[in-house]
């Protein structure tokens, strides 16, 4: 939302001298009936809810000769996630990165200065995502590589107890290879039940061993 009122606020403040003049900071008040302080003599503190907010007031007054109904779309659509940001309700990946595009295609509809930088804000969240995705496919593969060589291993040394014990031919040995048996049944049974390590969410770091909740451990970062 910085990048939003950092792009909006001079544009805003420009398309609004020229229509009313002088008595801008006037007009733009009313849209602030619930928070006046915003207003300071003849200026304007904006945030990202100001300035949608005026916008979609001032829409057909101001807005309408250079900006089209797609904007005013993305105006109201704008609107509503700042609303639930300051409700800090959760934000997917597809919400944030919907939201980074539509700051995005406002952005660029004015020829806001800070557009480049929101254009690489939204590729490095893409980016992100992807990676991550990529990252955890890798790894779920590979635990299930290693978990079938676990089996095979455990399979291996099972059969080789067996076939040593029954070639030994002492008395004692079937109890004794009855015994292995079991225990390498019971531990290939594990090996077929464990599922993929918790690669995201709260989890134990294997460092530090502090409970952490995303992918790499801001205790073990901070030492580093």
Not at 16 to 27: E, G, K, P, S, Y
Not at 28 to 57: E, H, Y
Request: hydrophobic fraction near 40%; charged fraction near 25%; charge should be neutral.
């Amino acid at each position: 939302m910085d990048l939003l009122t950092e792009g909006l606020a001079p544009y805003v403040e420009i398309k609004l001298r020229a229509v009313h003049q002088d008595n801008w900071v006037r007009i733009v008040s009313n849209s602030f009936r619930d928070d006046r302080g915003r207003v300071n003599g003849q200026s304007v503190d904006w945030d990202a809810q100001a300035l949608l907010t005026v916008m979609w007031d001032q829409w057909n007054t101001v807005f309408r000769n250079e900006l089209g109904h797609f904007e005013r779309s993305l105006v109201s659509e704008l609107r509503e996630v700042r609303n639930r940001w300051a409700h800090q309700q959760s934000f997917e990946f597809d919400d944030a990165f919907r939201v980074l595009d539509s700051v995005d295609r406002l952005l660029t509809a004015i020829h806001a200065e800070n557009v480049e930088i929101v254009k690489h804000e939204k590729s490095d969240l893409l980016e992100s995502h992807v990676a991550d995705a990529v990252n955890t496919q890798v790894q779920r593969n590979a635990f299930q590589r290693n978990k079938w060589w676990v089996i095979a291993i455990y399979t291996f040394c099972c059969g080789l107890i067996i076939v040593h014990g029954i070639n030994a031919g002492k008395a004692g040995n079937y109890a004794l290879i009855s015994v292995v048996f079991l225990v390498f049944l019971y531990l290939i049974y594990q090996q077929f039940k464990m599922e993929p390590p918790l690669l995201f969410g709260p989890r134990e770091c294997r460092r530090c061993h502090r409970i952490i909740y995303r992918k790499m451990c801001p205790y073990c970062e901070a030492t580093e």
